[in-house]
């Protein structure tokens, strides 16, 4: 129904510690003549889609159940008596003001009409927006407003709309979603029935969505990444539909960076290839005319309402996302596609020009902002850590951020690979120039003493100085992990570079947790500001303050990964997993099991205090909370890593890698999924080193394959994909690695 900050019904809870009880749809019950607002319950089961709380008063026990259905557009809720005697209900509803619903019977019995205020935002897109609730079944209700919650029959003030159900044993209703057409409703009539076929539609499209994926092994940490896996893949497709988090209560913008990252990824790795093509088209669509984008974009019915400026990475995750896709399914016809750029009144007022054209603004752009007399870009409005936004434009026009510089580099190196696939020589070539260029620069003005700088300073001589360095006098910060980790993602380092980068960070950078941002906090002046914007002046040690950021620390996974190191690339997932989260971190509080944390929080009462004792968080006697929830490109990540680096499945310019990543503890370890559109069985057998497969066979046929390039070990094994696929002639097939 389209938009979650604008299209809203309901009013939305916005604290965890329910203080204002009366939002969105409560529920009084009547036991004994005395009415009881349900609250925390006995019991809590959380679905797919669906939850369900239990509650035990006394010696009466009943149950409250809210589900979706793949089927229809409609929200369902139903109430059941499981031990004891009928009850009397009371089912509040407080609106979402800013629409200013007005409530109405409809034609039918026991059905009610929702509509906005003339004037409200939804109103000025659809042209009949509405939501109906109807209550399913035989059932007899009235209907109230605020007076049927006081003893006098008055309103005192309050707004709601009431359904008041007589004493029942069981009692069933729905929300229609009507905001942009009409919908075709017809009632439940048996609501553990319909509960039932929902519930299964749900766990076969997870099944669908995640190719049949099922990993087998006896390890603790196999145990735990088959857990967590249902649960990242919803919260992945949340974040890609409609980005929303539990913290986070509205949301309904794409992060061009975020949604070309974790969402992205995870349609790839499971090859959706045809939804990865539309998000693309989607995503160039909104590109600005003159080849950049907003930080954040409303892609619906809103979508004029978007950023005025970004951070000075988000272009790169774009040329990334592009070179992926046309990597994976060669899809250079994609480039020929005629694409709108952003205008405020429109796509009918928009420019349009092939998808090339629109590469073509965005490279000659990035180009263009180069540093005077080097191949190094701007550090712009900030990188990807939020938290280290620069307090001036001035200083942000005087800045270099290493880990932007290495974006730029792996998109412009990635991207000269499909120039190479359609033939254009002289654009290759100019972007291999660019490339040894900025490679060149790279390791001329932003390593200095073998160590890479968070950050180069333009100084007034010309000359560049290093900021998050040994070398830094002006921050105190030594070390910045964002570009060690991408140092090696994008190629940039020598092996000899990445070999020193990863000791750097067990060194300075690691806690008991995981991966930190830096090997300290900025220091807290008071909300004083004099280089960095958040960092230095919030009063919340949490998220990028508290420095163990979730989705860097994926990262740092997917970069011991790339360099095989099996042992610490399997801890590190574990460290990003909250099932049985305590085996891996003692010191971690106790966590909720099923959703993405997105951070690792120390409790400190003040910031003065984090500055003071933050080194004791390496002792691992600081308790460690989770952050915000749900909200983040990490399970969409998280989940590639399983598929393309753990299991090694990737596919590449119609070849098939195998390059499987895994500990020697998981020798017999095996995954089954549907690959390429077979049902497989990949059975690892573990026995020299932990990757590059020594022997593959297919249906117990040995097949011949070279290595792919890696300049940080030996590779995996490249097969053709077509000598693959004819060796697939079984309904369950298997595929044995000898590592």
Known sequence: ?????????????????????????????????????????????????????????????????????????????????????????????????SNGWTVKPGTNECEFIAKPKTDSMIAGKFPEPQFRIIVNGKTKIGSAGAEALYYDNKTHGASFFILDVPKTSKFCMSFIGEVCSPANIEKIENADKQWAVDCLDAQKDLQDLCLNLSLKGNQKDVAAIREILPWYSMNAITHFLTPHGLEQFGGAAWGTRDVSQGPFDLLMCLQKYSEARKLLLTIFSNQNPVGDWPQWWMFDSYFNIRAGDCHGDVYYWCLISLSNYIKVTGDIKILNELLPYFHEKGVAFAEKTPLSEHIDRLIKMITDSFIPGTALVPFGGGDWNDSLQPVSRQLAERMISSWTVEMNYQAYNQYQTVYELIGD?????????????????????????GVVAGYGLLEEDGSISVLLHPMDKKTGIKYSILPMDRGIISGIFTKEQALHHQDLIEQHLKGPDGARLMDRPLKYKGGIQTIFQRAESSTFFGREIGLMYIHEHIRYAESLAIMGKAEAFVKALRQANPVAYRE??????????????????????????????????????????????????????????????????????????????IPLSFDGFSATMNFLGHSITFKFNIKEESFSPKNISINGKVIEFIHEKNKYRVGGAVIAADLFLSMLNRKGNTVEIQL
């Open 425 to 449: 020589k002289n654009k290759t070539k100019k972007l291999e120039e660019i490339c040894a260029n900025i490679k060149s620069d790279f390791n001329k003005y932003l390593i200095k003493d």
């Open 1 to 97: 129904q389209g938009n979650t900050n604008f299209n809203i019904f309901l009013s939305v809870c916005s604290s965890q510690f329910n203080q204002s009880q009366e939002t969105g749809q409560r529920i009084f019950v009547e036991i004994e003549g005395r009415k009881y607002l349900l609250g925390v319950p006995s019991a809590f089961e959380m679905g797919l889609n669906h939850c369900r709380w239990i509650y035990k008063h006394g010696k009466t026990i009943f149950q409250v159940r809210t589900w979706t259905s793949k089927t229809s557009v409609r929200v369902n809720l139903d109430f059941k008596v499981i031990k004891g005697e009928k009850v009397k209900l009371l089912i509040t509803h407080h609106f979402d003001e």
């Open 584 to 661: 891996v971190v003692p010191c971690g509080d106790i966590r909720q099991s099923n959703c993405y944390y997105s951070s690792s929080d120390v409790t400190f009462k003040n910031r003065y205090e984090a500055d003071e004792r933050y080194d004791e968080i390496k002792t691992g006697k600081i308790e460690l909370k989770g952050g915000w929830r749900v909200y983040s490109s990490g399970p969409g990540i998280y989940i590639t890593l399983i598929v393309s680096r753990l299991l090694g499945l990737r596919t590449e310019f119609g070849n098939v890698i195998i390059d499987p990543v």
